[in-house]
């Protein structure tokens, strides 16, 4: 295991014994929501749905699919508020 993933496992470890990951979790849930973000991709979902036919869309070629723009429209600000979120909680709870 490489360093940079030993650091993010006990990033992890360190935000959900403290709870703060779901915290965190539904602050992203209440940000995608208010900027249109889960709308864009309910929309998308149909589409590709629509594009496919239902008949010959499995969920994981949905995910698939989805997740690169779904990832891509996470507006910037977003990303920000949660990275600034987690340093801060890092920067309280550092041992």
Known sequence: MSKDSRMRATINQK???MGERERL?????AKLTECGWKDQMKAH???VIKEKGLEH???E???VEITPKGRAL???SVKKELLQRIR???AQHAT
């Open 25 to 29: 979790k539904e602050l992203l849930r």
């Open 45 to 47: 979902c149909k589409e």
């Open 88 to 90: 801060a909680f890092l």
């Open 74 to 76: 996470v507006p910037d």
């Open 61 to 63: 070629d949905l995910v």
């Open 57 to 59: 869309v499995t969920v």
């Open 15 to 17: 935000l959900t014994e």
